[in-house]
T-cell receptor, first 116, second 113 residues
Framework: AQSVTQLGSHVSVSEGALVLLRCNYSSSVPPYLFWYVQYPNQGLQLLLKYTSAATLVKGINGFEAEFKKSETSFHLTKPSAHMSDAAEYFCAVSERSGGSNYKLTFGKGTLLTVNP | DVKVTQSSRYLVKRTGEKVFLECVQDMDHENMFWYRQDPGLGLRLIYFSYDVKMKEKGDIPEGYSVSREKKERFSLILESASTNQTSMYLC????????????FGDGTRLSIL
């Protein structure tokens, strides 16, 4: 069974600093991996996804994530935080669950605070 | 602009009531999903549907049912609401070949008193 662990339920950075949000997964087969962002009072928005092509994936708003199979990690980074990046971020893993169905499992989320 | 629209942002109901949460998408997507979101638990899948009149149970289907009579509309039904169903409910949709929800609605915050 697959699982997703996001290290740190709350991360706080200063504006202009590096953003690093950690995600580790467990999966018995090569997974598809995703990062979503949720701004206050809104639904989720897909930031980026890894689908077994390039291991470094670029997403929207300057975010990127690197798939490291040996570490079973898919950490999300952004070189310079902006106040508008304050939101909750969810890592998710998708694995085939039988037939043509895929099961998506979400992590518990990391709340990012950006300080001026 | 593509949209997933949930009929209510906030809803208050009483224990034992039958509750309907409605979701409509305008993107002609085959897949539609219902999740509930609780603090510290992330998102958990209740039901999903990959075609009209088709449905599959997710991780926590107990106490819920769904209806998909038209491609654009996916309804979540709480047969007899209970206080432990107080939560944020999120609807999502995607194309058939996508392996994950692509577009989410803004959510319905449901309180059961």
């Amino acid at each position: 069974a697959q699982s997703v662990t996001q290290l740190g339920s709350h991360v706080s950075v200063s504006e202009g600093a590096l953003v690093l949000l950690r995600c580790n997964y467990s999966s018995s087969v090569p997974p598809y991996l995703f990062w979503y962002v949720q701004y206050p009072n809104q639904g989720l928005q897909l930031l980026l996804k890894y689908t077994s092509a390039a291991t470094l994936v670029k997403g929207i708003n300057g975010f990127e994530a690197e798939f490291k199979k040996s570490e079973t990690s898919f950490h999300l980074t952004k070189p310079s935080a902006h106040m508008s990046d304050a939101a909750e971020y969810f890592c998710a893993v998708s694995e085939r669950s039988g037939g043509s169905n895929y099961k998506l499992t979400f992590g518990k989320g990391t709340l990012l605070t950006v300080n001026p | 602009d593509v949209k997933v629209t949930q009929s209510s942002r906030y809803l208050v109901k009483r224990t034992g009531e039958k509750v309907f949460l409605e979701c409509v998408q305008d993107m002609d997507h085959e897949n539609m999903f219902w999740y509930r979101q609780d603090p510290g638990l992330g998102l958990r899948l209740i039901y999903f549907s990959y075609d009209v009149k088709m449905k599959e149970k997710g991780d926590i289907p107990e106490g819920y049912s769904v209806s998909r009579e038209k491609k654009e509309r996916f309804s979540l039904i709480l047969e007899s609401a209970s206080t432990n169903q107080t939560s944020m409910y999120l609807c999502a949709s995607s194309l058939l070949q996508e392996r994950q929800p692509q577009h989410f609605g803004d959510g319905t915050r449901l309180s059961i008193l």
